[in-house]
């Protein structure tokens, strides 16, 4: 079987909404040998960051901020 890798672009790790759903995505994705690499733009909150720890993912913050033009410049070097 072919690995996969897929991308997930979060704002924070805050243990609400997008976060608790992408979760939960991740669990069924590793079950069927699917990667997730996750991508913060925010460092706070990290409610969720233990839980995706133990399960071996791979996470990347920006730490864009949440004022002034630099928070939607993003670095297209993140993923090589």
Known sequence: MNSKTVLIV???LCAEGAPVLVLE????????GIQP???TLNAQPTDLL?????LN?????????DRGYSRYAIPLNIVK
């Open 10 to 12: 979060l704002t924070s």
């Open 25 to 32: 995505m991740v669990r069924c994705w590793l079950q069927q």
């Open 57 to 65: 993912i791979p996470i990347h913050g920006l730490e864009l901020g």
């Open 50 to 54: 233990t839980e995706f720890q133990a």
């Open 37 to 39: 690499i996750i991508i």
